[in-house]
């Protein structure tokens, strides 16, 4: 359909959104326009009767919510360039989020999951440096695969990364993931480099990985790490939160770390850093018990 085509160059070319956040847009849209029959000119019932049919197929609140935002953005678009009336979708708010808390990898998981790459090969090198640096950072995956070598201060040990929405900001990395870092660009990436690509991260022909490839690698390590647990790279940068917050790092520093725009959304991870004060004040007060 034209409109939609329309509004996704439009949020690539001016909004600059990824490719996955566009893929959701294409898939809620078109979802949409089948259950009204490709109608554009809706009405608020037919907005009603979406929603009860979400609902009815057992949709999660989340993803309801994405569906929601996607189609809001749309017929805001539409309203603007004078194409429709009224975005009833402006009306109707998110469900209300089921609080669950993040989940994360343990630090003797983190340390089975170093030592399955083989860095005696290209490979290894790029796969522990991979893992280093979503535990290191707390980088997106998507922000991890845009990583271009200018990006990195190796001095200062920091990355520049650019963001949701556009958005720069200044990542730290420890001195094990600057070991694996010199180590694959001295010896690693020059084999595969056909291109004189600017990106960190290459595959076998010399190209930038995907954000799919990336889970590919990470599910590997897991099976060969014998860890029981599934683990997203999401995971890792829930894992660097949690760590950072148990360790002491204060909530402002791990929301600037993270990108987040809110302190609310970096919350979520303070929950499980009291769970970990729980557990510790359960194991050394004498009278915890």
């Known amino acids: 359909m034209k409109y939609i085509d329309d509004f996704l160059e439009y949020l690539v070319v001016v909004k600059k959104h990824s490719d996955n956040t566009i893929i959701n847009y294409r898939v809620d849209l078109l979802e949409f326009m089948e ?15 979406y929603l009860k049919y979400l609902y009815e ?8 919510s994405r569906k929601l935002s996607s189609l809001r ?3 805001n678009y539409l309203l603007k360039k004078e194409i429709i009336d ?10 209300k989020k089921d609080s669950s808390l993040p989940k994360y990898v343990k630090e003797e998981d983190i340390d089975k999951m170093f ?4 860095t005696r090969t290209w490979i290894g090198m790029r796969n522990l440096l991979i ?6 950072t707390g980088l997106r995956v998507s922000e991890l695969i845009n990583v271009k070598i ?3 201060n190796e001095t200062e040990r920091t990355i520049r990364v650019l963001g949701k929405g556009s958005k720069e900001r200044i990542v730290v990395f420890g001195n094990n993931t600057k070991e694996a870092l010199d180590d694959y660009l001295s010896r690693g ?7 004189n690509s600017e990106y960190l991260f290459l595959n076998k022909d010399g190209n930038k990985l995907s954000t799919r490839y990336v889970r590919k690698i990470i599910d590997d390590i897991i099976f060969k790490a014998s860890i029981e647990m599934h683990v997203s790279p999401h995971m890792l940068r829930h894992t660097f939160a949690t760590s950072m917050l148990n360790n002491g790092a204060d909530l402002v520093s791990v929301k600037d770390l993270l990108g987040h725009e809110s302190l609310n959304t970096t919350s979520i991870y303070t929950h499980v850093s009291d769970d970990k004060i729980r557990e510790i004040y359960n194991k050394a007060h004498p009278r915890a018990k």
């Open 73 to 75: 953005s749309f017929y």
């Open 189 to 195: 990436r020059r084999e595969v480099d056909f291109h």
């Open 57 to 64: 197929q057992n949709t999660s609140k989340s993803s309801i």
């Open 131 to 136: 893992i280093r640096m979503l535990y290191a």
């Open 86 to 95: 009224n975005n009833y979708f402006s009306l109707i708010k998110n469900p």
């Open 150 to 152: 200018s990006d990195i």
């Open 115 to 118: 030592s399955i790459p083989n």
């Open 35 to 49: 259950f009204t029959n490709n109608n554009i000119d809706i009405k608020k019932d037919d907005v009603n009767n």
